[in-house]
């Protein structure tokens, strides 16, 4: 069984027609799945399915072989807006998923610290949200979910907001985080370039299904030159096709 297994997953809101069907989905341990959509095609929805923010009402997910029931320490949500508290400082936010279960140690207070510090937020470690830019938001909603090490990282169009140099940087900071924690993560973006930069396989979302399961079989660690080669653009030919066929299809 893999790491994250998704069957048969269905689930509709009640009185509306079905919002993700049929979904069949397997992520390997260490593993980097984007999943693109159209907007409304059951994108956040079938994210909050594998948190366990919503459960389904057809199929099961599995998590390490156990069923998933409720979120964890062992998962890490990004929300498509960075949703800090504004009456918290940087570091306090980071901090928030530990301060939820008991007083930060020392030793947890460093690990944030070195966290924004990988970042490069070490500037603005006492600043309140609203003093920082979107993409140091980001970030710093990133470091939050980073906090308590989770095995499975979950990021709904983190960057979505940001312009394209800062995005392509933070996708830099993400591919390192989660390579050097061997974290695996299902990131959804709309992005076609995005997801083949940052994944190992791209899902391909329409209408609530899994439409195409594409493999990017790009060397790692990507850089600058990945985004120029023909295999790249390629792959993005590839997903691009795949979103199209089935926007005709439907
Ligand atoms: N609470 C809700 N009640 C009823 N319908 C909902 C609810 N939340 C979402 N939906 C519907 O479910 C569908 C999928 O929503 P979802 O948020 O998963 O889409 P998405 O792919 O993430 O879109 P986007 O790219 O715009 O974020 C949409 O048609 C939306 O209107
Ligand atoms: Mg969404």
Redesign the pocket.
Known sequence: MSFLAMRQVGFT?PG?PP?VSEVDWDVEEGEFHCLV??????????LKLAAGLLHPDEGHIRLRDAELIAPGPALGFVF?SPTLLEWHRVLDNVLLPVSLQHRPTVAEIDKAQQLLAQLGLSAHVRHYPRQLSGGQQSRVALARALILEPSLLLL??PFAALDAITREELQDDLLHMCRTRRTTVLF?T?DIAEAVYLADRVAV?EGGRIAADIRVDLARPRSAATRTSAAFIQHCARVRAAMHMEAVAA
């Open positions: 809101f509306w919002v959509g159209r907007s409304g095609c059951g994108k956040t929805t079938l498509q709904d169009e959804v709309h979302m």
